[in-house]
């Protein structure tokens, strides 16, 4: 989804790749779309979340585990 003419995930990952105190930003996801989108912008996806951890009431716990 576009927000002022840009996806509205390269707002998030433009804030995490200027952060100082990042060293690395990743996204999970199950997207390819969202893949190729964020490393456009030059953010790592080193896999992609399961199915079992991707739906609406997937827990953030263990998508951050499974990270």
């Known amino acids: 989804m576009l927000f002022a003419g840009r996806p509205l995930v390269q707002w998030s990952c433009e804030a995490a790749m200027a952060a100082t105190t990042v060293s690395r930003t990743i996204v999970s996801t199950d997207s390819l779309d969202i893949a190729s989108?964020?490393?456009?912008?030059?953010?790592?996806?080193?896999?992609?979340?399961?199915?079992?951890?991707?739906?609406?009431?997937?827990?953030?716990?263990d998508v951050i585990a499974h990270a």
């Not at 790592?44 to 716990?61: I, Q």
């Open 37 to 61: 989108a964020v490393q456009a912008f030059g953010v790592e996806v080193p896999f992609m979340r399961p199915a079992e951890l991707s739906g609406d009431n997937s827990s953030h716990y």
